[in-house]
């Protein structure tokens, strides 16, 4: 029998597990629109693959997984793409998203659907399968499937965790899933651990769910499973501390379970994966709990893109007192602002809301440091002071303080005398936190893109210089070379000079002797005048040579 290890705090709200866990998961009909969203999972969203008018069947891919974070979508039935449009989605933010609208045919005709022989394929082709298929996590953390099946070479899973815990109140889709379809969940773990090279496989599930534990415990008989019953205590299904309650290694502040070498997968994952790889499904649809302020609380079956109106008419119309909706549980959940919006793959709990079920808070007092959130805090985080520097924005303190090893369980506001909003200043500092980090990236990389403009301007100046400096030093050195071609032009009119002067000098004045003194002195001074000339000629041809 396998020791537990407790982790710190924790809390006991009342489970509200009844209403909804004592009736079999129901089919919900085939609406006539479907509103599927392409961003579904964490990470980017899929990319439109279909226009407005074109017809799609059944399980036919709409939304191509873009990058390594994302999945696929599929349309959930047969029928004609309306719109490819922004839609109102359930989302903290309110805000719309990308969807694809489609007009139901009534004929549910299927795309071809082709299993995968998992044992005979490469894992890596597998998981793209998977990837292709649409399956991220079904407990509401939507990660995609084929990431958390593809660990860091060097990060060894020895122990795979199927989390069956379902530990926020209200929520019993994985309670009914485990009682009704134990084998297909077992066939998916068996089908992650081959994946996943893991050693061990782990099934935990909370005591205050014995007809789930009885069913899982009969689908595991055949196996070498674990099946491990664990004491109900919220968040002992959240992901830190049902690693440490499982096996004692505790997660690092900033890790992941991977890094101690525990995977965790939600039942509903294991499922659908089991549908993919044996049936050829896509996620097109999941089990989705509607209870609170309705008539006949219960589980169904629903495609993704139902709208939420119609879901919640399946309990009877919603009581008059109905103030709102939540989707997920009362602690960690957020308030849809509308029924409009679809089923999505994280819709594990929808709880029409009335003031007799969730009377408004009183008004905020001020913290009088009791520490209360301190003791039921999970993480060993000091909630208080946590409190304080995201009320003064000081941001940088409540860093220091972990406040991102918070897992926003709240017990911390579940306890609190002064009925201070704890999780809402944690959410709202986180948020600022990535607010300031983006910004600060943009700065960053705008400086970094200045600094090389200016580096390459004066790169550039500087090779321009070195070229120039280079040219002129080429061109004194040619200067400088001896030049055999000019010498020897040089030496020929020297040659021919001399030559001239030697001629010039043998050249004496004929028929003179009959001539005159007067006549003899007249050329006697043209002879001295011309010799004057060549002499000057002479100078002056040796100055140009
Ligand atoms: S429980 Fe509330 S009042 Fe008490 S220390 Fe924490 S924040 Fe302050
Ligand atoms: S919400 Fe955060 S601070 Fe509060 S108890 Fe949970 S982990 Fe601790």
New binding site residues.
Partial sequence: MRTLHPFPGGVHPPEHKLESNSRPIGSAPLPSLLVVPLLQHIGNPAKPVVEAGEKVLKGQLIGKADGYISVSVHAPTSGKVLAVEPRPVPHPSGLPALCVVIEADGEERWVERSPIDYLNLDVSEVRNRLRDMGLAGLGGAVFPTYVKLNPAPDAAIPILVLNGCECEPWITCDDRLMRERAPSIIEGARIMRHLLGAREVIVAIEDNKPEAIAAMGEACRDTDFELVVVPTLYPSGSGKQLTQLLTGREVPSGGRSTDVGVQIFNVGTAHALERAVHHGEPLISRVVTVTGNVRRPQNFEALIGTPLAELVKLTGEPREDTTGYIMGGPMMGFDLHSTAVPVVKAMNCVIARSDRLFPPPPPPLP????????QVCPVRLQ??DL?WFAHARDFGKAQEHNLFDCIECGC?AY????H?P?VDYYRFAKSEIWAREREKKAADRARERHQFHLFRLEREKKERAEKLAQKAAAAKATAAMPNPDADAKRAAIQAAIERAKAKRAGVVPRNVEALSPDKLQEIQEIEARRAKLREVMEKSGEDQA
């Fill in positions: 913290c009088i440091r009791c520490t209360r959130c301190a909630p208080q409190y911390c306890v609190c005398p002064s201070i704890l």
